[in-house]
């Protein structure tokens, strides 16, 4: 076999390290993310179809998220399964898709300037970053509960910005990256259960529940198996999954709540309580354990992020050195 055969047959470690460099280097485009232009058409688009019946709406909804989502991802599939498109070009588009839907950079900077206002002891300015992460009044807001909110919001969107864009990449490369996150950024913005999106919304928040099915799963087995290198015992991967089992059942995402509770558990930080969301209270479970929010959960949550990321890289990596090892042998 060439250098080239061999570089091939770890293309999926290659990329993903590639734009994750990227992303760490670059960040997200300042400007003409395709994000914002998708985000735009959404609106335009539900602004105009959500009216009507409930069973209209929730029929709209589907059509709208099928108009949004498909076609892109089609596309694509379409385009780099023909025989003249090079596995040069398909290298650097793979890398671009995975750098365009990853947002380990943005997570930290938002992450970071909250733990910053809190180490400094502004409160108003903490309130105000954490307003830019979470669908909720946060001017209201004490420390402990910024503390919850960001940590919670680190976790989940760990998941949904992170790995879930590194698996899905894994499984069918950069057409189902795109098809998870514009279905993700689509249950973003329509997937609420108000008088507004309960029922145009409703397919948009099941397609993102399905797509994130599996990946949240992996997302909380890796959070367990660095809680288990960390406590050194083999046991504690058992104990945190089976415990984010059953307090996932109870949280109002089910995805969500896997990997905030083996993520919370891996931070050691207990998280869930009361919350406000335009004036209503819900009380949600506890997810992990360990102690009340502190702004260093916030920092540690970040952390079990990024090595999460690494350790699904290294387990990609290790997956295509024995696929490569068989196929040698």
Known sequence: MTLMDDLTAFNLTLVLIVAAVLDWILGEPAKYHPLVGFGNLANKLERKANTGTPGSRLVKGCLCWCVLVLPVPLLLGMMTSLPSFSQYAQFILDTLVVYWALGQASLRQHGL??????????????????????????????ETQICRATTESMLENGHDAVIATLFWYVIGGAPFVILHRLANTLDAMWGYKNNRYIHFGKYAARADDLLGYLSAKVTAILFAFLAAIKKGSVLAIIRILKQAYFQAQGYKSLNGGWAMSAGASLIQVTLGGISRYDGIIISSPVLGEGEPPQAKHIWRSLSAVAKACILFVLLTFLTELVIFSLVQS
């Open 113 to 142: 300037q909250i733990y910053q206002a809190l180490k400094t002891q502004n409160l108003k300015q903490a309130q105000m970053y954490t307003g830019y992460i979470v669908s909720r009044d946060t001017s209201v807001l004490d």
